[in-house]
């Protein structure tokens, strides 16, 4: 029971759960910024995005990027607002029907975020890829929506020779298709779900072992007993494990539940020998799964410090390969094969004195890491002939805190796609075993695309064109896969239905697909979470999605 006014254990712990907001409240920092924090707002705020047509899908992505606040927007569109525009863009009035179709989105757009700054250039793409295709090479990222296979194939090529990342987001029908091109893309901040909590309980560090030590379990007093951190009481059993079970982890199901029951036998008990109500024990019980978890470098940071670009280092090499190499050389010397301290621990059971005592050793154990990481970066960007202060502080504290998370996405060019010999066959056909995959709407594009080459049109634009576009888009959907020999089979289903489509542009399509696409614009951007890698298609007919690399 807690003491007249003093406040009781959870009271504590509820109080160190408040103090890890109370700033960001205080300042009213926009919600977003709990999800990429606020170096990632800045970045954010200080990109410039390039989206080509305000059209339903290209206003909605723009719609999703200026309320979080992105620095600054052109929309690149030589159209004039039509009366079909109206009827599916949130982003235009009738008002507008005659006018740019640039300026009256980006008008209306700016409304939503006065600190975001909206420009619009009233010309087509084709007419810019023509005369000024530098043009694109001054955003941080360009986002195309509903353009052409040929200008498509144009603006790609540019882009990818010029390292400008490029999303293509497209709205058919009840069809959503987004393509990623990027050469390449360090990810530090992955923000994996259900990462394990890094402990080393299995093998602890000299401070660590020093403080475990400190606490003697067999003469505490009660209030003390029932306040140790759950994170001492399994390092104090799983010393005794060593002793009197095995010398290896408990990893069988059997073995845990034995430690689980090692842990229960150290809970007090009242004179009548009735086991006490100790929560910090219930929690390390709870806790053996995650805890005892080993303690090594996953396979996919291994196979990042295998890389070329982190073995190969030269003075034009980005300061993520930089760090990434500093990381390898920690991990074989000082680290003795373990990547960094984490340097956090989670929220439980105990008095603040002493989970802050905890909390700092791993803290103080975490920035001797980093200090030892930056003297291995700064040998090294004296190697290369770079100056020191060309990776901030900030830049190596991220990435010695993500180090166990950290990723390199690369994606294949739409050249590379498009290619008869480069385009990959084996993903299409591995995907084909269930005649409904959404594979099968990749197909679809792929032919409609082939209809407009032959016929400067989209199938079913007009209600009389649709029974005899039937057999002309099957008629291209047929040379499309025999040219690529793939010998699959599409239902005659699938043909009929994109004709009914006419290349319509459903807003309910178009703002699920804004969604998607600006969330991964902001990835890309922020340089956290993963992006996909490379094709993402979704069908509103069966509410289904999936990714597939082409």
């Not at 599916?88 to 939503?112: C, P």
């Not at 603006?155 to 490029?166: D, G, H, I, M």
């Not at 430690?259 to 007090?268: D, E, S, V």
């Not at 990776?391 to 996405?409: G, H, M, P, Q």
Request: proline share 4%; charged share 25%.
């Amino acid at each position: 029971m807690a003491q007249p006014g003093r406040a009781s254990l959870k009271e504590q712990r509820y109080d160190r759960q408040l103090s890890k907001f109370s700033a960001c409240e205080e300042s009213k920092i926009p919600a977003s910024m709990r999800l990429w924090g606020d170096h990632g707002q800045e970045a954010l705020e200080s990109a410039h995005v390039c989206v080509i047509n305000a059209t339903a899908t290209g206003t909605e992505i723009l719609k999703n990027l200026v309320l979080p606040g992105i620095g600054s927007f052109t929309i690149v569109d030589g159209n004039r607002v039509s009366g079909e525009d109206v009827g599916n863009n949130f982003f235009l009035q009738k008002s507008h029907i005659g006018q740019s179709r640039a300026q009256s989105a980006t008008e209306l757009l700016q409304e939503l975020n006065n600190d975001v700054s909206g420009n619009f250039v009233e010309e087509s793409p084709e007419k810019l890829l023509d005369n000024d295709p530098s043009f694109f090479n001054r955003f941080n990222l360009v986002v195309a929506t509903q353009l052409p296979e040929s200008t498509l194939l144009r603006l790609a090529e540019l882009l990818w020779n010029s390292n400008v990342p490029l999303l293509i987001c497209r709205t058919y029908g009840l069809v959503g298709y987004m393509r990623v091109i990027i050469k390449e893309h360090p990810v530090v901040e992955s923000h994996p779900d259900n990462a394990l909590e890094d402990l080393r309980l299995d093998k602890p560090f000299p401070e660590l072992s020093e403080h475990i030590q400190s606490y003697d379990l067999d003469h505490m007093d009660k209030k003390d007993h029932s306040h140790t951190p759950w994170i001492v009481i399994v390092a104090k059993y799983l010393t005794k494990w060593f002793n009197e079970k095995s010398d290896q982890l408990p990893k069988s199901y059997k073995e845990k539940e034995a430690f689980r029951q090692l842990i229960r036998q150290g809970i007090l008990k009242n004179e009548n020998g009735i086991p006490e109500d100790e929560e910090n024990f219930e929690e390390a019980i709870k806790n053996v799964n995650s805890a005892l978890n080993t303690t090594k470098v996953p396979r996919c940071i291994e196979e990042i410090f295998n890389d070329d670009c982190c073995t190969n280092l030269t003075d034009q090499s980005p300061s993520f390969w930089v760090l990434v190499r500093a990381l390898k050389e920690f991990v074989a010397n000082e680290g003795q094969g373990s990547l960094p301290v984490r340097g956090t621990i989670p929220d439980m059971i105990a008095d603040s004195n002493k989970f802050i005592r905890l909390q700092n050793v791993y803290r103080e154990k975490a920035k001797k890491d980093i200090v030892a990481v930056g003297n291995h970066a700064a040998k090294l960007l004296q190697s290369l002939g770079k100056a020191p202060e060309s990776i901030s502080e900030r830049e190596l504290k991220l990435l010695c805190s993500n180090s166990a998370f950290l990723r390199v996405v690369r994606c294949r060019s739409l050249s590379e796609e498009y290619g008869l010999n480069t385009f990959n066959k084996d993903e299409i056909i591995s995907n084909m075993d269930n005649p409904d995959s959404e594979v099968v709407l990749y197909l679809m594009l792929r032919a409609v695309d082939r209809f407009y080459k032959q016929h400067g049109r989209y199938p079913g634009v007009y209600n009389y064109q649709v029974e005899d576009d039937i057999g002309k888009l099957k008629s291209c959907l047929t040379s499309f896969l025999q040219e690529h020999g793939l010998s699959v089979v599409v239902k005659d289903d699938y043909v009929h239905e994109f004709c009914r489509y006419g290349a319509a542009e459903p807003h309910a399509i178009a703002a699920f697909m804004g969604g998607a696409a600006a969330q991964e614009v902001i990835k890309v951007i922020t340089g956290q979470f993963v992006i996909f890698n490379n094709t993402y298609i979704y069908s509103g007919m069966s509410q289904t999605s999936a990714t597939f690399q082409l």
